[in-house]
């Protein structure tokens, strides 16, 4: 820990140019934020502030069932539940019947990987931006199974390597190709699209973990040429916890069946037999959070209203700034790749250990977070980092708040003895 002994004089903080995308309403959005008004927070990576319709959304249904019961209030509010589907194929550039709903992205991506059902002789390969808990489950998987597991080379960004991913496809071997869009530790941005045109020329199914970047930049399903995406709601969708989505390939729909089929997505129709919903939800479960669920549909609505290139455009200018002047810091290093273009930004501190300097940035009321190599060992592990700080705006974010982490992060780092 290195707080700021009192006495020391006031940093200067980095200049933080003014945002000048108009098609963002800042202060329109900040009033719809409870959050924003109270704390400079830069985590919407980890859980974004929700607006106050999404949590009106949520309170009010709760209510409902407080009234109603909970089976008589999802009842009443059927019509907007299926709304969510097509809310979420909307903002994704798919059909409300290629839509499941999880309860967080690791659900959608362990549900829909164990789908595929990799077996011997079949290969899954893994981007090194892949996230932890994917991770884990495909280590195992490979191990249990006898799958091949490689993770594909990257490039001098830490992007997949196109070469060597289609020297890999090109010999034939069925593969599962999987790939984090935006990883947890780092602004990189996979090149999804190219990735998509690879899989396709050689075959293999393609899962995106988009649970980064939907409603963060423009995540369109055909022009990425996914099979299967995956994605949380409580990042830069602003939805509630314990909600995410999934998208299924018609096409591929028709041919992937879940391995635990659950009364929510399939019916048991003698001694020995079941059929499955013809749609995506064959992979739900039949308990979920209800006033969550709608809390989602919230957001959902409210990113395709504020406008999905809009939000990008702001975003990845905000993460631009913040790059920027934070390597104006003395002793700051960005640790993104360069020319990210994304609203992840991570950095480090010369002699101030990552998890101290959000407690430091924390006391000074300011929200940002540490991941560490444990959350990424394929990225942070293999470029020898321990751990970096994360700071993720999101349209709340004003210039003041710029303005208070990068005074933050300065005096940290002036309090580290430079
Ligand atoms: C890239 C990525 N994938 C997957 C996940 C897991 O999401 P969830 O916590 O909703 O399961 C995360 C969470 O941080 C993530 O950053």
Request: a negative charge.
């Amino acid at each position: 820990m290195n707080p700021l002994p009192p006495t020391a004089p006031a940093p200067v903080a980095a200049p933080v140019p003014r945002t000048d995308a108009p098609v963002i309403d800042v202060a329109e959005e900040r009033r719809r934020t409870a959050g924003a008004a109270l704390t400079p927070h830069f985590n919407a990576a980890g859980a974004a502030l929700p607006s106050h319709s999404v949590v009106s959304t949520v309170v009010d249904h709760l209510r409902l069932e407080e009234q109603r019961g909970g089976y008589e209030a999802a009842a009443e509010r059927r019509d907007r539940l299926d709304d969510v589907y097509r809310s979420a194929a909307t903002l994704v550039g798919a059909t409300a019947a290629e839509i499941a709903l999880f309860d967080s992205a690791s659900t959608g991506l362990r549900v829909l990987f164990d789908a595929l059902r990799p077996e011997r002789g079949q290969r899954i390969v893994a981007s090194s931006s892949t996230y932890v808990s994917h991770a884990l489950h495909l280590m195992s998987t490979a191990r249990e199974r006898g799958v091949d597991l490689v993770v594909v080379p990257h490039d001098e960004h830490r992007r997949v390597d196109l070469a060597a991913l289609e020297t890999l496809l090109s010999d034939g071997i069925p593969s599962i190709v999987t790939i984090a869009h935006v990883p947890t530790s780092s602004g990189l941005v996979e090149p999804v699209e190219r990735i998509g045109g690879i899989v396709k020329r050689y075959g293999g199914t393609y899962l995106l973990d988009a649970t980064q970047s939907v409603g963060h930049l423009d995540v369109d399903v055909d022009t990425i040429g996914c099979d299967v995406m995956v994605t949380t709601g409580r990042k830069f969708l602003r939805a509630p916890r314990g909600t995410g989505f999934a998208y299924v390939r018609g096409s591929l729909l028709e041919r992937l069946l879940p391995t635990a089929p659950d009364v929510r997505g399939a019916r048991w129709t003698s001694v020995s037999t079941w059929d499955v919903d013809a749609s995506a939800r064959r992979f739900e479960t039949w308990e979920g959070a209800i006033a969550a669920r709608l809390g989602l549909g919230a957001a959902l609505d409210e990113t395709i209203q504020r406008g999905v290139a809009a939000t990008e455009e702001w975003l990845v200018a905000a993460g631009r700034r913040l790059r920027a002047a934070l390597s104006d810091i003395p002793g700051v290093t960005v640790a993104d790749p360069d020319g990210t273009a994304s609203a992840i930004v991570t950095f480090v501190i010369d002699g101030v250990a990552s998890a101290d300097a959000v407690v430091a940035l924390a006391r000074r009321g300011v929200r940002v977070v540490s991941v560490p190599a444990t959350h990424g060992q394929w990225d942070l592990g293999d470029r020898g980092v321990p751990a970096v700080v994360r700071a993720s705006p999101h349209v709340y974010n004003h210039d003041d708040d710029m303005t208070a982490l990068l005074t933050g992060v300065a005096e940290i780092s002036r309090g580290a003895g430079r």
